[in-house]
T-cell receptor, first 113, second 114 residues
Framework: QQQVKQSPQSLIVQKGGISIINCAYE??????FPWYQQFPGKGPALLIA?????SEKKEGRFTISFNKSAKQFSLHIMDSQPGDSATYFC????????????FGKGTKLSVIP | DAGVIQSPRHEVTEMGQEVTLRCKPI?????LFWYRQTMMRGLELLIY????????DSGMPEDRFSAKMPNASFSTLKIQPSEPRDSAVYFC????????????FGPGTRLTVL
């Protein structure tokens, strides 16, 4: 049973637009929610992460919004650039750390000029 | 640091052959993870080690898969015998300490079993 559901599978956004990727989880024990960015031929790399004690975290153009009651979190990429074109994975883990991550299926983002 | 190093980057083999994937974690990292990535199933955790000891291997799909970590700087994932459905990208990741850090992934090994 998939524990982290990610949508959409693919996303096309124009340069300068806002990219939004959503994830929903089922396990209420999850308490760490990272987003990973993966370029073709590379391994996933941590982009930004949030813990449920805050509802939003912003780092540059990237923002995570977290809704604990709905068990949902999302990634917003403001002023999307062609260089942001990659596959994005949400993930979740329980316990105090980031080990044993459960990943979403990924969203392939294409930012067109 | 050079990051997590994996070899080979690409491997093509025939069904029934033994395949060994290698990983060198970041120096000083206590945890090492092996993942498999496919289009159908996404990223799946196969096994992870803490201080060279396997902690959870519940994600290892079958007895054909085995992993070892003989020392802090080297781990192997072996498939014997390999099957076409094992074709995937295999990632190794390492973690300094589980409560405060994040996993750093290697570049992966793309395995094709004909």
């Amino acid at each position: 049973q998939q524990q982290v559901k990610q949508s959409p599978q693919s996303l096309i956004v124009q340069k300068g637009g806002i990219s939004i990727i959503n994830c929903a989880y089922e396990n209420t024990a999850f308490d760490y929610f990272p987003w990973y960015q993966q370029f073709p031929g590379k391994g996933p790399a941590l982009l930004i992460a949030i813990r449920p004690d805050v509802s939003e975290k912003k780092e540059g153009r990237f923002t995570i919004s977290f809704n604990k009651s709905a068990k949902q979190f999302s990634l917003h990429i403001m002023d999307s650039q062609p260089g942001d074109s990659a596959t994005y994975f949400c993930a979740a883990s329980s316990g105090a750390g980031s080990y044993q991550l459960t990943f979403g299926k990924g969203t392939k983002l294409s930012v067109i000029p | 640091d050079a990051g997590v190093i994996q070899s080979p980057r690409h491997e093509v083999t025939e069904m029934g052959q033994e395949v060994t994937l290698r990983c060198k974690p970041i120096s000083g990292h206590d945890y090492l993870f092996w993942y498999r990535q496919t289009m159908m199933r996404g990223l799946e955790l196969l096994i992870y080690f803490n201080n060279n000891v396997p902690i959870d291997d519940s994600g290892m799909p079958e007895d054909r898969f085995s992993a070892k970590m003989p020392n802090a700087s080297f781990s192997t994932l072996k498939i014997q015998p390999s099957e076409p459905r094992d074709s995937a990208v295999y990632f190794c990741a390492s973690l300094r300490e589980w409560s405060t850090d994040t996993q750093y992934f290697g570049p992966g090994t793309r395995l094709t079993v004909l």
